[in-house]
């Protein structure tokens, strides 16, 4: 299941991860982030400890959203090591979710 990071959280969460982090900037009224979430969770899920998957509700935190460019819901953003390596606006298939972390697992 995907974790609900913070702006407190997010440095330890996420910056400061071993591995790739797919972080779903989402908003509670969005029914797209709606439709993603049991997507994301089944990932979450299937991949276990290979990739953690958390959300950042961009209407809680839109200094995060701000600094990663997000300009709408839902957005994903792939964190590893720190650094951002893949960013992806909008609605996407399973398939789609899983190439944008594909290439980073070890």
């Keep these: 299941m995907a974790i609900r990071v913070n702006q407190d959280s997010f ?3 996420v910056l400061q991860a071993k ?3 797919l972080v779903d900037f989402y908003s509670d ?3 797209p982030c709606k439709q993603m ?3 994301l969770s089944q990932l979450a899920e299937e991949y276990g400890e290979q990739v953690k998957i958390v ?12 600094r990663y460019l997000v300009m709408g819901a839902p ?3 792939v964190f590893v090591d720190g650094k951002v390596v893949n ?9 789609e979710i899983k190439e944008l ?5 070890l």
């Design 11 to 13: 440095e330890v969460e």
């Design 19 to 21: 591995g790739p982090v």
């Design 29 to 31: 009224s969005c029914i």
């Design 37 to 39: 979430s049991p997507i």
């Design 55 to 66: 959300k950042v509700n961009v209407n809680f935190d839109m200094e995060l959203a701000d």
């Design 75 to 77: 957005t994903f953003v």
């Design 87 to 95: 960013h992806s606006h909008g609605v996407k298939k399973r398939e």
């Design 101 to 105: 972390i594909e290439e980073f697992i």
